[in-house]
């Protein structure tokens, strides 16, 4: 008797690790392949982003962005980096903006898109970008060329750069950039 016991116990046991083990590596599995999912979404978005930038003129400077693959919103930040950066992709994030009293300035945009305040970005692969407080611009609608025009100050050693986001799941997610 007891030995039937005991094995119904190690059973009971087995199936619970057993089960126990699914679970996590299923909801493992599901996060990796939401992830992927995410970051091929914005892999698309990124690919078909066209941004036509002529240089500076009298008003500002002037762009047209278009994305062949998405139609939907896409997000902007505009900030300075000192011009060390210039060259160097991976420090375009506002960690290094140019900031007065703590907070990063931005120049002017001269189109009425809506601001959005954010605090985590991330790269097209989901890795975390910057984190604290940052002003994104929202195109509403990319069904056609979206102009952009932006103003900005003469900042001894500093070159402005505009970053794009999409917004995947909750998640600012960079596709593209374009040195000004």
């Not at 189109?111 to 890795?127: A, C, F, R």
């Not at 984190?131 to 102009?147: D, F, H, R």
Request: zero cysteines; proline letters at 5%; a negative charge.
């Amino acid at each position: 008797m007891e030995n039937s016991i005991s094995a119904f116990i190690l059973i009971i046991a087995t199936l619970m690790i057993g089960l126990t083990a699914f679970a996590i590596t299923s909801v493992f599995t599901a996060q990796q392949y939401n992830n992927v999912q995410v970051q091929n979404q914005a892999e698309d978005v990124a690919n078909g982003l066209y941004i036509s930038y002529a240089g500076s003129t009298s008003n500002g400077y002037p762009l047209t962005v278009y994305d062949f693959n998405y139609h939907k919103q896409l997000f902007f930040t505009v900030f300075y980096v000192p011009n060390v950066f210039e060259n160097d992709t991976q420090y375009l994030t506002p960690q290094f903006a140019y900031t007065i009293k703590g907070q990063i300035l931005y120049p002017m945009i001269n189109i009425n898109y809506t601001k959005v305040q954010t605090t985590t970005l991330y790269y097209t692969n989901l890795n975390l970008m910057y984190q604290g407080n940052v002003t994104l611009w929202e195109i509403p609608s990319l069904s056609s060329p979206a102009p952009i025009i932006i103003t900005t100050e003469k900042l001894p050693n500093y070159t402005p750069i505009i970053l794009f986001f999409v917004q995947l799941q909750n998640k600012y997610i960079e596709v593209g950039y374009e040195w000004l």
